[in-house]
């Protein structure tokens, strides 16, 4: 199994743009979860899926972040309109079961850079 | 508030010399608390989950064992591929998807 995909892995952007994260979870897991990474703040849980479904959003900072998830192998996080502030490491991860506390495998991750 | 607290924040030993990281907790009721390694450029890695007070795991030269109000990570013997920051999490009964992060400790193996 090629393991949990990301793209793009880095992306630069200009205040104001739209950004578009992708991910592939691991065939057969059942539970998606993006994850932001900063110095400042550490590792946040943004939102958690459950078969396809949105369980908790409340980590989603403002509206200015969405997320999707059309089907079992796709899931997408968009900002509009980004800001500096963005800037991070976002991460999706994937698990199989109902809950975070199964193994969740995470991917490589895309750093995002808001100049 | 749901806390994790992770010490020391680094960490530099000389290769086979043990030591521990230590991860404090404070939640409405744990569901589970989590280890995870992380190398840099990469995400975590996913190393042991433990659910009550008591319980121990192992893995090679890491130990977890969990008590209601923290959580060790035994290294023993350490090797430099052991450097990697270690990321301590918990799980609160008060929230089944809600997961928490510490800040994480930083260990460097000296050859």
């Known amino acids: 199994d090629a393991g949990v995909i990301q793209s793009p892995r880095h992306e630069v952007t200009e205040m104001g743009q739209e950004v578009t994260l992708r991910c592939k979870p691991i065939?057969?897991?059942?539970?998606l979860f993006w994850y932001r990474q900063t110095m400042m703040r550490g590792l946040e849980l943004l939102i958690y899926?459950?078969?396809?479904?949105?369980?908790?959003d409340s980590g989603m900072p403002e509206d200015r972040f969405s997320a999707k998830m059309p089907n079992a192998s796709f899931s997408t996080l968009k900002i509009q309109p980004s800001e500096p502030r963005d800037s991070a490491v976002y991460f999706c991860?994937?698990?199989?079961?109902?809950?975070?506390?199964?193994?969740?495998?995470f991917g490589p991750g895309t750093r995002l850079t808001v100049l | 508030e749901d806390q994790v607290t992770q010490s020391p924040e680094a960490l530099r030993l000389q290769e086979g010399e043990s030591s521990s990281l230590n991860c404090s907790y404070t939640v409405s009721g744990l569901r589970g608390l989590f280890w995870y390694r992380q190398d840099p450029g990469k995400g975590p890695e996913f190393l042991f989950t433990?659910?009550?007070a008591g319980e121990e795991k192992e893995k090679e030269r890491l130990k977890a064992t969990l008590t209601k109000k923290e959580s060790f990570l035994h290294i023993t013997a350490p090797k430099p591929e052991d450097s990697a920051t270690y990321l301590c999490?918990?799980?609160?009964?008060?929230?089944?998807?809600?997961?928490?992060f510490g800040s994480g400790t930083r260990l460097s193996i000296r050859p």
């Open positions: 999490a918990v799980q609160p009964y008060s929230s089944a998807s809600k997961i928490i």
């Open positions: 433990l659910y009550s």
């Open positions: 065939s057969g897991h059942n539970s």
């Open positions: 991860a994937s698990s199989l079961g109902q809950a975070p506390y199964n193994e969740q495998f």
């Open positions: 899926f459950n078969n396809n479904v949105p369980i908790d």
